[in-house]
C-alpha cells in the first residue's frame, strides 16, 4: 500500500433514524446506555464499507462499564433491530485500507476475526447509492426479512409510511402496520 494514501469517506448519519432511535428511548425500549453504546459502534464504522470490526470487551473499556452492561446492550440493539452481527470475508481478503481500522488480532477471540457489526443503513450508511443498495441488502439478508422495531419506530416518524433514503427504500409489512 502507498504510504501517502490516506483513508477518506464518510459516515452519513440519517435525521429519520435518529428520530426512531429517540422514540425507542423515550418508550424506554432502548436506554441512554444503550444509545451511547450504538454512538461508539457508529464512531467505529468504516468510512467505505460501513462494516464495524468492534468487540465487545472493546467497547466495554471505551465505555467504562461491565462486561455484561455492554453484552445487555448490545443484544438489545440486536434485538431491535438497530445492528445485527455479520460474517465477512477472511482477514487476508480485506482491502487493506479495512484492515487498518481494524482493532488488534491478537486482541480479538480466536473465532472473532471475520464478525463484525452491521448498522441499519436507514441510520448510518456509508458510499453512494450503490454501496447503501449493498448494505440494505446484507442487513435484510441477515434479519431473515423480519420487520425491526426500529424500523416501525421509523414508520411513525414519517406521514406516509414509507421511508426511501437514496437507493434504499422500506415500507412496513401490512400486517405489522395493521397491528
Do not use: Y
Request: proline share 5%; with cysteine; glycine share 8%.
Amino acid at each position: 500500500m502507498n504510504p501517502t494514501q490516506k483513508l477518506a469517506g464518510f459516515v452519513m448519519v440519517h435525521h429519520q433514524g435518529i428520530q426512531a432511535l429517540e422514540l425507542l428511548v423515550l418508550s424506554r425500549k432502548l436506554t441512554h446506555s444503550d444509545a451511547f453504546v450504538f454512538q461508539l459502534l457508529i464512531a467505529r464504522m468504516h468510512p467505505l464499507t460501513g462494516r464495524v470490526w468492534s468487540t465487545s470487551a472493546e467497547l466495554t473499556a471505551a465505555i467504562g462499564k461491565t462486561s455484561n452492561e455492554t453484552t445487555r446492550s448490545i443484544s438489545k440493539l440486536k434485538r431491535l433491530g438497530v445492528i445485527v452481527r455479520c460474517k465477512g470475508p477472511k482477514l487476508e481478503a480485506l482491502p487493506q485500507l479495512e484492515q487498518r481500522l481494524m482493532p488488534d488480532p491478537a486482541a480479538r477471540g480466536p473465532h472473532s476475526a471475520r464478525l463484525h457489526f452491521l448498522i441499519d443503513p436507514l441510520v448510518a450508511s456509508v458510499g453512494g447509492q450503490g454501496r447503501r443498495a449493498a448494505t440494505e441488502e446484507q442487513f435484510r439478508e441477515a434479519l431473515g426479512g423480519r420487520d425491526t422495531a426500529l424500523r416501525m419506530a421509523m414508520s411513525q416518524v414519517v406521514h406516509d409510511g414509507e421511508l426511501t433514503l437514496g437507493a434504499v427504500s422500506w415500507r412496513p409489512r401490512q400486517e405489522a402496520a395493521a397491528a
